[in-house]
């Protein structure tokens, strides 16, 4: 699959990268002077090529649309009515690619009252409840860092639908716009959480239910040595052996009663403060109690598990998340490098199959 990439930042590079990651040809195309060499640990960049074009120049919107001929996807994530000002709309990269699936990354989406507003992750996840939802009771609400809106919500949406559109148009020989908002897909993340809200298993009080840290079997808890541990112990037979790798069996009470929540997170509270995260650590390996020690960023990668699955990789010095999902007959390939140079969009387009606007 060829991708034609518009330089930008967050979410549609993301999402171009998990492209590049499963195979596809990816062409990054950035402003002149920075548009091609890149800081090795810029991973978001990785495997995909790099060219750059002054999109201000006709003859630059002329040698993008050339790209743009055999191309099968296009992804931008400008503000809505940008790239049609610069002669880059999807109607104009139609007349030369019927084909063409035109991806666009937005905050606010295509069209309604906000969609030419500034914002950020966190605005586009506060309008749809779910920034709202996340945090603890009779506390402020918690910012998941950008990974709820900008790639959730954003880019693994894009990607999704611009899957769906190129193989509906391998069958119609048509393309069309991809239209993904942050605002969408944040909302849409949430769709387990509103349908326990509508049907009553989800109170609208932040931290409250089971799996906002309402519950004291599915939080955190610190340990001796400042480090925490993750309890997830939602269902009985886990809950018990909760309990019994804590050997307070006789100390908790019923949880079935939520009156009761502020004792039991008090006694697994103490319990945990009285060894090490490691000491936990090697108490409930081997068992099926839900409860993982809290890692850092640095420490992830060397866990066993991550290291026999491969789940982080050093590619140049820099250790990064290898690509997913995986694929049982299929191989996926290893990260590629970061761009350091800049290649001629020409080039590409001839490679691509087209030379001055023709099919070679």
Known sequence: MRVVELAGLGPAPFCAMLLADLGADVVRVGRPGGGGGHAQDDVVNRGKRAVEVDLKDPAGIAALLRAVETADVLVEGFRPGVAERLGIGPDECARVNPRLVYGRMTGWGQDGPLAHTAGHDIDYVALTGMLHAIGRKDGPPQVPLNLVGDFGGGSLYLAVGL?????????????????????????????????????????????????????????????????????????????????????????????????????????????????????????????????????????????????????????????????????????????????????????????WGTENGKDT
């Open 163 to 351: 899957l769906a559109a190129v193989f509906e148009a391998r069958s119609s020989g048509r393309g069309q716009v991809v239209d993904a908002s942050i605002v969408d897909g944040s909302a849409h993340l949430g769709t387990m959480i509103y349908g326990m809200l509508a049907s009553g298993g989800w109170k609208p009080e932040r931290g409250s239910n089971l799996l906002d840290t309402g519950a004291p079997f599915y939080d955190v808890y610190e340990t001796s040595d400042g480090g925490h541990m993750a309890v997830g112990a939602l269902e009985p037979q886990f809950y018990a052996e909760l309990l019994r790798v804590l050997d307070i069996e006789d100390e908790v009470p019923d949880r079935a009663d939520p009156s009761t929540w502020p004792v039991l997170r008090d006694v697994l509270g103490k319990r945990f403060a009285e060894r090490t995260r490691d000491e936990w650590t090697r108490l409930f390996e081997g068992t099926e109690a839900c409860v993982a020690p809290v890692l850092s960023l640095a420490e992830a990668p060397d866990h066993p598990h991550m290291a026999e699955r491969g789940t982080f990789v050093d590619h140049d010095g820099t250790v990064q998340p290898a690509p997913a999902p995986r694929f049982s007959r299929t191989a996926v390939p290893a990260p590629g490098p970061v761009p350091n140079a800049v290649q001629d969009l020409d080039a590409v387009a001839v490679e």
